[in-house]
């Protein structure tokens, strides 16, 4: 499984009257085997979180509970994903510049992510992520 850019996935979902069950499998769902998995809570609703983007990491973002937005940018132009389903994963693929706000009360993001933790992947600021998407000749 290749994409060319960050896209919506659907994941399975087992629909039960005692309540529904969701799932993901690394290399079946994402394009990428699961090395980590973090979670982001009890922030604020209406606060956001600070953009940035990855060398090598690729992650799927789940809203496990409540709503929140994630803000793409691939270098030239920025697109806005709302996250408000537990059976819908946003793929953000290495080099793509993130942001996360909008949060609702109670939202947990769910991260799944295809390197282990490495302060050294991390582009925190957005004018060295675009020199390193469009170096100059």
């Known amino acids: 499984m290749v994409f060319n850019g960050p896209c919506l996935i659907q994941l399975p979902k087992v629909s039960d009257p005692r309540g529904n069950l969701s799932f993901v499998e690394g290399g079946r769902h994402v394009p990428f085997d699961i ?3 973090y979670w982001i809570y009890d922030v ?5 979180r600070d953009g940035h983007a990855f060398r090598q990491q690729h992650e799927l973002i789940i809203a496990l509970s409540g709503s929140f937005d994630v803000v793409l940018h691939d270098g030239t132009g920025e697109t806005r994903y709302h996250m408000a389903r537990s059976y819908y994963g946003l793929y953000v693929p290495a080099m793509t510049w993130r ?3 909008n949060f609702s009360t109670n939202a947990v993001v769910y991260v799944l992510s295809s390197q282990p933790y490495d302060p050294t992947d991390y582009i925190e600021d957005f004018d060295q992520y675009l020199t390193l998407k469009h170096p100059t000749s």
Do not use: L, Q, T, V
């Open 35 to 37: 090395c980590r998995a």
């Open 44 to 48: 604020p609703g209406g606060m956001h």
């Open 99 to 101: 942001k996360i706000d």
